[in-house]
């Protein structure tokens, strides 16, 4: 009887095994069979790519990485970040770590003078091409800015003016200099320090009305000329593919780049196509499979960058794709999830938008105060395109509220609730800068009438 069981047992091990085999077999034959359409799409994605890289001597990378090259390997400490933020004051060890600068923050100042930013990137490489050290570019990005609040506290409102402008062209360069992810994210972290100082310069009425109609125009240029971030993702795609025409033929991913480079094992990589059974075990099946339902989720991600904006729909023929239909997919096939760029990059770059456009009509509220000696009592009263006093969190117009002696623009944010964490707003108040960073700082909400006697 023992015996029986063990001859039943040896069978079913024995066919495991076959099977174990016969699927392995069948993924790597299909692995096979779909590599000249990797290898083709491989191709166009590389062609695409170099298409988009710009050469000359007027190339604004050349200045941006000179300056990072200049900067070195030096340390920095936070009282930098907490000066831009009204949570320090200026003192020697800052001003030391400007002063120091100077030269570097000439090449930043000569590259945003530039017409183009395009970063030339080794497309061949795929997803093993060299990133630049980014970190670099934004420890320009606050020297920049430190050195144009400084020169906003002392008084010298046009230079420091121009210093903003620098740190915005900065921003918005790093945004378009390639369709990579990570130079538009840069560009938004970049933009963001930048508003550190332009945001109180504005709201405080330290800036003249030549300059605010000055910073109106940029900030219209700014977010018109804005590249979608469906185009970013598209690139990074582009990259996947590349990326998969070059990986080996037995392990047609590279494991360390989707998991612990730790573990990079045959057992990882069986366990892999066993999960990937409804591709035939496949990896490459599997990513061809992902990569055509991105090709047609990407345009519904512009549609919703436009419906935002404010701007017309791209072509959506190629099909929509709901979140639900996403999620179910995800389920469907592991690879789709894995190599995904992070789609939650949009909330932020919606989030920016809202902060560009807020300080955008903030320019044009002091502007017609200036003009007029007082606040306008209502959006009505500014004279501008329909955009700018919409609020594109919400689709409808600003949270405008006038107090006399100061005003306020307030959005809920992405909740669509007032007075909790998430709102945008900008309190507009002659007070000078120094006075309106501390009286921020102990604000816990934007101003709503309630709040106020």
């Known amino acids: 009887m023992l015996m029986k069981i063990l001859k039943y047992l040896v069978y079913i091990i024995g066919a495991a095994v076959v099977l174990l085999l016969l699927a392995l077999l069948t993924g790597f034959l299909v692995d096979m069979a779909t590599y000249p359409s990797i290898k083709n799409n491989s191709k166009k994605a590389l062609q695409e790519l170099k298409s988009q ?36 004051e200026l003192n020697d060890e800052i001003q030391d770590e400007i002063n120091r600068h100077q030269d570097v923050l000439k090449s930043v100042a000569e590259g945003a003078r530039q017409p183009f930013c395009s970063v030339p990137y080794e497309y061949e490489k795929g997803w093993k091409a060299p990133v630049p050290n980014f970190l670099k570019l934004q420890m320009l ?69 030549k300059q605010l109609d000055t910073l109106s125009l940029v900030l219209e240029n700014f977010e018109q000329n804005m590249p979608l971030l469906a185009w970013a993702y598209e690139g990074d795609l582009s990259n996947m593919k590349i990326g998969f025409a070059s990986a080996s033929f037995f392990n047609p991913v590279d494991l360390d780049l989707l998991f612990s480079s730790d573990d990079n094992s045959i057992p990882k990589r069986i366990i892999m196509r066993f999960m990937l059974w409804r591709h035939l075990f496949s990896i490459r099946l599997a990513a061809i499979n992902s990569m055509k339902v991105w090709d047609r989720i990407l345009p519904t991600i512009a549609n919703t960058e436009c419906r935002f904006i404010g701007k017309q729909l791209v072509d959506a023929t190629k099909g929509f794709y709901s979140d639900e239909q996403i999620r179910k997919y995800v389920s469907q096939n592991l690879m789709f999830e894995l190599i995904s760029p992070g789609v939650t990059s949009l909330k932020r770059k919606e989030g920016m938008l809202t902060k560009v456009r807020l300080l955008r009509l903030a320019a044009l509220v002091w502007a017609h105060r200036l003009a007029t000696n007082r606040f306008p ?54 007070s000078g800068i120094k006075k309106y960073q501390d009286e921020m700082k102990s604000r816990k909400g934007p101003p709503l009438p309630k709040d106020e006697d």
Request: hydrophobic share 40%; proline share 4%; glycine share 10%.
């Open 377 to 430: 009592g209502s959006l009505a009263e500014i004279k501008t395109d329909s955009l700018a006093v919409v609020d594109p969190m919400q689709g409808a117009m600003w949270h405008y509220v006038d107090f006399g002696d100061s005003a306020a623009i307030i959005s809920p944010g992405p909740d669509h609730n007032y007075n909790s964490p998430d709102d945008i707003y900008l309190v507009l108040k002659k």
């Open 141 to 209: 990005s606050r020297l920049n800015a430190g050195v144009a609040l400084g020169l906003l506290k002392n008084g010298k409102t046009e230079e420091s003016f121009k210093t903003m402008l620098t740190g915005l062209v900065f921003g918005q360069h790093l945004l378009s200099s390639a369709p990579i992810l990570i130079n538009y994210m840069v560009g938004l972290v970049i933009t963001g320090i930048d508003l550190t100082v332009l945001n109180p310069a504005v709201a405080s009425g330290s800036l003249s009305k």
């Open 53 to 88: 890289v710009k050469e000359g001597d007027n190339n604004a990378w050349n200045y941006y990485l000179k300056a990072a090259d200049e900067l070195g390997d030096q340390s920095f400490s936070n009282n930098l970040q907490n000066y831009l933020k009204g949570g320090k």
